[in-house]
């Protein structure tokens, strides 16, 4: 007969208090310091295995997941049922480490080769799920737990990690200090030992482990952590409710093309149902009854469950009128990815919500039909199956065969570095087209690019057709489109319009220094792009002149009045400094540094 819910002992079985359970889990994280120092110092050195990526990003997706795994997994699994769990793990972990090698595009010699950020991320929340999933089938003795038992293990595997992260974080903030304090006197050793690789990344793993053990066989105190937690989420829950109502009921205002202007819509909707679901379900708990939960909070989950639907259905709407214009990229499919799993919160926590005479008992079946689905999309995804690179590289490359985006459109840089082996295979197909083909000249160049930062073999961007210019009927000066701003070293931090294609910005021309000329102040097209002011010099060449503050970009009502000219150009308060015919401008921001060479070329005078 399972233990029952209450008993401090149910997610935790006599032999993981045992000195032998908390010695193996102690091994196995110098065993995993001592493997991802290996790894560290083989890349470094370049040297195998790092020179043969098929073997190493698996190594280290397993060096860095599984020592975890078995961490938690000891003492609440038999030897058998840990075996078998451990070799499903490996597999997986060993796929999506082999995929994500194998889709990868050699970089240029030099260049070092890096495995994606988001499998490791998305790795991890799929082993915390299958994990947990794992952990409480065997603590129940069967395949499907119940789901008070899957609760109970999600939370505290959950509470486990952030306060292991915790501890390592404190552990190193306090050897920080020692060294810190040993400087004092000159004595260096501490904090030379500490930056030593061979030194931290086993004690790192080592600290980890132990955090881990340390926290599993104190029950009670995770328990009691997780249930405070979880009564302020409660209590958070009406006010995102109240939000979210309130921004719902503001669309009919407002109209819907404001929400799309953002560009992110889909992102902020899915976010908001994210939290939704979060809150839902700290105060839902196991479900075993409402009688312990606050009437308001109780009436905000249910508002909050049928919330999701209409949050979901703008997501969705958002996300298609996004792939409408400009097709597929990794970052839809990912969203997409959401979306399905959010329609499936959705539709199931409304039809919990709308069910009377029962405190939202559906949300159970939901809850684990959704970690299935999650585990099931995310395997997906970091598999030939419905690799985002894949996809996207095939709706790109309809789109320009059904000329719905133009060659000299179309967005090659793409391909180059996002398309991985899917784009580098896209533009192969490009180059073999004929002599005097666009696209084939445009994907030549693109394919001589060696790294994501390198501009120089982009063509052009046709500036003018990317500039709404202010006041109305002005033109820019004849110099200025014929600029290609992408062979500029600043060219990462200029509004999009003047290095991409099909991006609007706002142009104003002013005389910035007084001197006759007008300067053209760009401004980016969405919050946080920003906004620059470029000069023309001698032989037409334009340069950056100065930088608006970086939140201009986006702030509607101050754009409006400068369409509408209400505005005026005023003298600096603060004088220059003259020093050997140099000006000097005073800064509020000193972080502008001088000029190469200037220093230099200063002489000191009488």
Known sequence: MPASPSDPNVLLRDAAVTRRVGQQRLAAGLVQGALLYLLYHAQRGK??????????????????????????????????QLGQWMGAAAVVIVVFGLHDAWRMVAPPQGVPRQSSFFVLVFSVAFFYIAHTLVLSGAQDGQRVARYATYFETAWKVFIQLLFSAFFVGGFWLVMWLGATLFQLLELRFLRRLIEEAWFSVPVTCFAFSCAMHVTDVRPAIVRGIRTLLLVLMAWILPVASLLALGFLLSLPFTGLEVLWKTRHATAVLLSTSAVLVVLVNA?????????????????????????????????????????????????????????????????????????????????????????????????????????????????????????KVAADKFDYYFLRFRGERYG????????????????????????????????????????????????????????????????????????????????????????????GHDEVLVVGEASFIGAVVLAEGDGGRWSVMARLPYDVAGCEPLLQKLRKGQFALVPTRMREIEIGGMRLAVQKDASVPLQPGVCAGLTAGP
């Open 47 to 80: 040297v195998w295995p790092s020179t043969e990526p098929l073997l190493f990003y698996p190594l280290v997706l397993l060096s860095l997941i599984l020592p975890i795994l078995l961490i938690s997994g000891l003492g609440h699994l038999s030897r058998r």
């Open 283 to 403: 105060a839902f708990q196991t479900g075993e009854g409402p009688a312990g939960v606050a009437r308001t909070v109780r009436l905000a989950a249910r508002v909050s469950c049928v919330l999701l639907l209409p949050l979901t259905a703008l997501g969705i709407h958002a996300l298609g009128l996004r792939v409408a214009d400009y097709g597929w990229t990794p970052d839809r499919v990912i969203g997409a990815s959401c979306l399905l799993v959010a329609v499936c919160y959705a539709v199931g926590y409304a039809w919990a919500a709308l069910r009377r005479g029962e405190w939202l008992q559906p949300v159970r079946e939901v809850n684990i039909c959704a970690a299935l689905l999650v585990l099931a999309v995310l395997f997906a995804l970091f598999t030939p199956i419905a690799d985002p690179a894949r996809i996207s590289v095939s709706s790109q490359m309809a789109r320009l065969e059904q000329g």
């Open 424 to 515: 580098e295979a896209a533009l192969r197909q490009l180059v073999a087209r004929p002599e005097g083909d666009m696209a084939r000249e445009r994907a030549v160049r693109s394919m001589k690019q060696q790294y994501p930062g390198d501009l120089s073999a982009m063509p052009g961007v046709d500036i003018a057709s990317n500039l709404k210019v202010w006041p109305e009927g002005a033109k820019l000066p004849s110099s200025f489109p014929l600029r290609d701003w992408n062979l500029n070293r600043e060219a990462p931090r200029l509004p999009l319009c003047l290095t991409k294609p099909d991006r609007v910005c706002d142009t104003f021309l002013l005389d910035m220094d007084g001197d």
